[in-house]
């Protein structure tokens, strides 16, 4: 019905930016932070002792204080890229629920869309809407990669981009881009930097954290709910035979066995692979994503390959998982 064009956009390769802007840092790759005490970052390697903090870790793993787990979800959007795809200028979004993007990369075309809430693709089927759309507006073209992406979702569609909480005020937090990443990083480098040297910043307020007072008293239920979290690799489930005889091949399913809900994903040859289904993050339910062969959290967004193996944050720990022989 309607389009809206920006003009003078640019477009650039955020590894190489990245290259470029880290170059003068030390960096520590491969270290997991296991949680922040006051100006104390644990790692799995050691602890890093800093006077400000920042949570620039996509989805905040600290639950308490600042409860972004209430005040923002997880969303997954997919792409294709195609070769021989006619030569499109621009960048194009769509706006729509089910729009789709189209970005030139090189001699690629970029085709995304299939957009859902993490946790909410049981049916699944996303890789094979974009290549219908594909076949559709060009029947020549050769698809070379296909992926997925995962976004944080904040309540009202503005980045949370300030201090952590009121109690901590040497803490610092940048998420919530949803699909933004590469804009919303720089305002949150802008921003941030001047918390920590202590300048005014105009635009702090617009993207303030403290926007919400999320009512503080409701997840302590939840909290406590997720120090239950068990592992079937710790007390070994016998699961029927003939409860994996009923899955089929390449598919995935939700058993109850000895009163424990367990995922099972048999593989195309007949191997099973089972994990508990209750996320360690705060506990709830993990569904199963065809299109990525992973247990997915619908509250929060973490996820998990079929083996138990951690994707994606909030949640710091795998699940735990046993493999069954082959029927
Ligand atoms: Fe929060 Fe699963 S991600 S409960």
Same mark, same amino acid.
């Given at each position: 019905?309607?389009a809206?064009?920006?003009? !003078? ?12 802007? *880290? ?8 270290? /997991?932070v ?5 100006n104390?970052?644990?790692?799995? =390697? ?10 620039a870790?996509? +989805?905040?793993f /600290?639950n308490?204080?600042? +409860?972004?787990?209430? /005040? @923002?979800?997880?969303e =997954?959007s997919y792409?294709l ?9 621009? @960048?194009y ?8 993007s189209?970005?030139?990369q090189?001699?690629?075309? $970029? ?20 290549r219908?759309?594909a ?7 050769r ?5 997925? *992406?995962?976004?944080? @979702? ?5 980045? +949370?981009?300030? /201090? ?5 005020? !040497? ?10 990443? @590469? ?11 001047d918390?920590?040297c ?10 303030s ?7 503080v ?6 909290i406590?709910g ?5 592992s ?8 029927? =035979?003939?409860?994996?005889?009923a899955?089929?091949?390449?598919? *995935?399913a939700?058993?109850?066995v ?13 191997? *099973? +692979?089972?994990?508990?289904? =209750?996320?360690?993050? $705060?506990?709830?339910r993990?569904?199963?994503?065809p ?15 079929y083996?138990?193996?951690?994707? !994606?944050?909030?949640a ?6 046993q ?5």
């Open positions: 019905a309607a809206l064009r920006f003009g !003078n956009q640019a477009r650039f390769h955020p590894l190489r930016f990245l290259d470029a802007v *880290a170059e003068p840092l030390e960096l520590y790759e491969q270290t /997991r296991r949680d922040v005490e006051g104390r970052v644990i790692t799995d =390697r050691g602890t890093v002792t800093a006077e400000h903090v920042v949570f870790c996509h +989805y905040p /600290r308490v204080p600042g +409860y972004y787990f209430l /005040r @923002m979800h997880q =997954r792409v890229a195609l070769e021989n795809a006619a030569g499109l200028e621009g @960048m979004f769509g706006t729509d629920g089910d729009g789709l189209f970005r030139p090189g001699d690629l075309l $970029l085709l995304g869309g299939g957009g859902h809430r993490t946790g909410e693709n049981s049916a699944g089927g996303q890789y094979q809407k974009l219908q759309a076949r559709s507006f060009w029947p020549e073209s698809e070379t990669a296909a992926w997925s *992406a995962q976004d944080g @979702m904040p309540l009202d569609g503005v980045p +949370y981009i300030g /201090r952590f909480s009121a109690a901590t005020p !040497n803490w610092y937090v940048a998420t919530g881009f949803q699909k933004w990443g @590469m804009t919303s990083s720089m305002a949150a480098a802008e921003i941030l930097t918390f920590i202590g300048r005014e910043n105009g635009d702090a307020p617009v993207f954290p403290q926007r919400f007072h999320p009512f008293s409701t997840p302590k239920l939840l406590d997720a120090q239950t979290v068990y079937i690799a710790k007390e070994k489930l016998e699961i029927p =035979r003939e409860t994996l005889f899955i089929p091949n390449g598919t *995935a939700v058993v109850k000895e009163g424990e809900k367990v995922g099972v994903y048999k593989t195309p040859d007949g191997g *099973a +692979y089972c994990v508990t289904v =209750r996320c360690p993050h $705060l506990g709830c993990l569904e199963w994503n299109a990525e062969l992973s247990w997915d959290c619908p509250c929060h967004g973490s996820r998990f390959d083996t138990g193996k951690l994707l !994606n944050d909030p710091q720990t795998e699940i735990g998982f493999k069954e022989k082959k029927q």
